[in-house]
């Protein structure tokens, strides 16, 4: 391989090899989700265009890389080195989203990603800058979170809001 030049942004995975899932239950991963952030595995569930064991996490870590560069070029990058555009967008919003813009994607049950946005000069930002895996909170006590594949060192308080 050249360089790596072409390396896709994103794996294969036998969905079969991560045993068994914490199930939070239907009602409340939505209420999560709609709470916490932008929901890729919700994206994925929608019948037809469900596509199992793919892994966007070099794509995340690749957009996460790539904050104060121009969007033109991360993107025709990104483009050529993925299966399809959209889980560009799960994590970066190109034009200002309806309504409050969600700070985090939840890729999987417990793994979070800071989400971007492009600004008015076309150069990616981070929707939250102040967030890290130091200042976010977990959502429950049975799992262990990530914010961009970094461990959150918070506990879970169920007394905090
Ligand atoms: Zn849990």
């Not at 070029?73 to 399809?84: F, K, M, P, Q, T």
Request: with cysteine.
């Amino acid at each position: 391989m050249r360089g790596g030049r072409k390396t896709p942004l994103y794996r294969k995975v036998n969905t079969t090899a991560h045993g068994v899932h914490h199930d939070h239950g239907g009602d409340y991963r939505d209420a999560r989700s709609q709470a916490h952030g932008v929901s890729a595995p919700a994206v994925q569930s929608m019948g037809a265009k469900r596509r199992r064991g793919l892994d966007y996490t070099p794509l995340f870590r690749f957009l996460l890389s790539k904050v104060g560069c121009h969007w033109d070029a991360v993107h025709s990058e990104a483009i050529a080195r993925l299966d399809r555009e959209q889980p560009i967008h799960w994590m970066v919003d190109v034009h200002p989203p309806l309504g409050t813009p969600e700070p985090t994607l939840r890729a999987g049950e417990s793994s979070y990603w800071s989400r971007l946005y492009v600004d008015e000069n076309k150069l990616l930002q981070l929707r939250e800058p102040a967030q890290d895996h130091s200042t976010m909170r977990p959502f429950c006590a049975c799992c262990t979170h990530t914010l961009n594949g970094v461990p959150l060192t918070q506990g879970y308080d169920a007394e905090r809001p």
